[in-house]
């Protein structure tokens, strides 16, 4: 009977993490779509273009440098939290953190600098793009530090914390993306070019406050 009790608590624990993270992601995705108009109409058609090419690269190496980091994490904290290894978490959880920061650093640094030539192995003549790539690159050592604190506590088997960040990320993504890209092109409204440039970058400081 305890036993079944226990399946069955943690059945319905699973459901519930499983429901909150659900409904964060739902509210994220809602929220990405109701900025994406306005900052569209601020920075145009070229901005917008920009914008994606940034995002695209930004995108492909987050996914290399720190995609299943939560996962990763998770299972190893997980594991050892069953076998009452406590200190042996806390040991993983500060090594991840080492490894992961030092992993994405380096990512970051590398996108930075190259900024120009990673956008030109997606697709050429992108080089408006390259001040909003370099805008996101920290955002890539910045992720994949947030990935191993999700995955910490994903270990614990709350997604709270992570549901939380994502929602906190999703609405300052939203305002800043409007309000910097809106305050940032006021300088360049006669120069279509710099409006683009300095738009796209703009509206990418969104992600990274985030």
């Known amino acids: 009977m305890s036993d079944a009790k226990a399946n069955s608590a943690a059945n319905n624990n699973f459901i519930v993490q499983g429901s909150i993270l659900g409904i964060a992601s739902i509210v994220v995705r809602l929220l990405g779509l109701i900025y994406q108009m306005p900052v569209a109409r601020i920075i145009g ?3 917008n273009g920009y914008y994606g ?41 500060k090594a991840s953190l080492i490894l992961v920061g030092s992993f994405s650093g380096l990512c970051a640094l590398l996108t930075f600098i190259f900024a120009p030539q990673l ?42 914390p992570t549901s939380f960040s994502q929602v906190i990320e999703g609405i300052l993504n939203a305002i800043v993306s409007i309000v910097a890209a809106a305050i940032i092109v006021i300088p360049y409204k006669t120069n279509a070019d710099k409006t683009a440039i300095y738009g796209a970058a703009g509206s990418t400081i969104g992600t990274g406050i985030g």
């Open 45 to 47: 058609d070229r901005g």
């Open 53 to 93: 090419y940034a995002y695209n690269v930004y995108a492909v190496i987050l996914l290399l440098s720190s995609f299943s980091i939560p996962i990763a994490v998770s299972k190893m904290i997980s594991k050892s939290l069953a076998e009452k290894r406590f200190r042996e978490a806390q040991k993983i959880f």
């Open 119 to 160: 956008l030109t192995m997606f697709s050429e003549n992108q080089a408006g793009a390259t001040l909003a790539l370099r805008v996101l690159a920290p955002v890539i050592f910045l992720s994949g530090i947030l990935g191993v604190f999700r995955g910490y506590f994903q270990g614990y088997n709350t997604m709270v």
